[in-house]
């Protein structure tokens, strides 16, 4: 019997839904979905299989214009997945018009590559929106194939992934047929943690924290975690922490219940704040959380 596999890519701007798809693909919650831009940071891949077939998907961050070293990064990560997709989704939303970055937007209608276009959140438009939102979007990207897409309330997905399978060339399976990602246990400790911190806290604070997993202890019935969001500022460290702990101990709760959601064991979190002086801007930092690798 024939097996396909193939890297699929997601590229689009800020919020426009592409974390909300590869969940709905991978049917688990890898990627950190907020309203806030910028939510994801990394490159994230979700693997999706099948007797025959191998979906490797991967998310990356908000299409923006780098303001720092971080950003930078994250637009890094971008790139990359020009460089090895077999397909490529570019994703919008209703009543979008244009990419924010005009390099990026050439990559996609020159690409060689067979280009989906998704259109998302039509559960928030007409049928006349959308239709002229079709034919403008097929005029400025005429090598991809459009569909009409709910990632949220899963219209047409079912169909997009079949559509993808179609198109993977005929290969063996490039991960263990029973791996859901590439990133390990810390990462999603982390990205969970950071999710509330941008659900809570307001203006710079979520985009000037990151987090550390420093201890992961895993028994029977329990994992033991000690994690470090790091800021930038000590005006910060006291926003996070709030009045007597109490906005870090909100933090800590609603992660810890996501987080035995995701692993299906008993959590017990220790958080701490620390000062960590413009690391959004330093090279040995951001190597150490995981970006310019």
């Known amino acids: 019997m024939s097996h396909k596999a193939g890297f699929v890519n997601i590229i689009g701007n800020p919020n426009v839904g592409k974390s909300t798809l590869m969940n709905a693909f991978v049917g688990e919650k890898l ?17 999706v299989n099948g007797d025959d077939f191998q979906v490797v998907l991967s998310d990356t961050p908000g299409i923006i214009k780098p303001a720092y070293e971080l950003q930078e990064s994250m637009m890094g990560f971008v790139k990359s997945a020009f460089e090895d997709a077999d397909v490529l989704i570019y994703m919008v939303e209703i009543g979008e018009q244009a990419l924010k970055d005009e390099g990026f937007f050439n990559k996609i209608t020159s690409s060689k590559i067979p280009v989906l276009l998704l259109l998302n959140k039509i559960d928030k438009s007409d049928q006349e929106q959308l239709e002229t939102q079709v034919q ?35 290969s063996p399976p490039f991960y263990p047929k029973d791996q859901l990602t590439d990133k390990p246990e810390r990462f999603f ?38 994690s470090v969001i790091m800021v930038e500022r000590e005006t910060q460290k006291g926003i996070i922490i709030g009045h007597k702990g109490s906005a870090l101990k909100r933090v800590g709760m609603e992660a810890r219940k996501d987080l035995e959601h995701f692993f299906g064991k008993q959590i017990h979190i220790e958080l701490y704040v620390k000062v960590n002086k413009n690391w959004r801007s330093n090279q040995n930092q951001l190597k150490r959380f995981g970006y310019n690798n």
């Open 31 to 47: 990627s950190i979905i907020t309203s806030k831009a910028q939510t994801t940071r990394h490159r994230i891949l979700g693997i």
């Open 136 to 170: 403008l979007w097929a005029s400025k990207v005429p090598n991809a194939e459009i569909f009409p897409v709910s990632a949220l309330e899963g219209f047409n997905v079912k169909e997009v992934f079949n559509r993808i399978i179609e198109l993977l060339p005929d």
């Open 189 to 226: 400790i982390n990205e969970t943690i950071r999710e509330k911190i941008l659900m809570h806290y307001k203006k710079e604070i979520p985009y000037a924290v990151e987090v550390d997993t420093e201890e992961f202890l895993e028994e029977d019935h329990i994992i033991k975690v000690r």
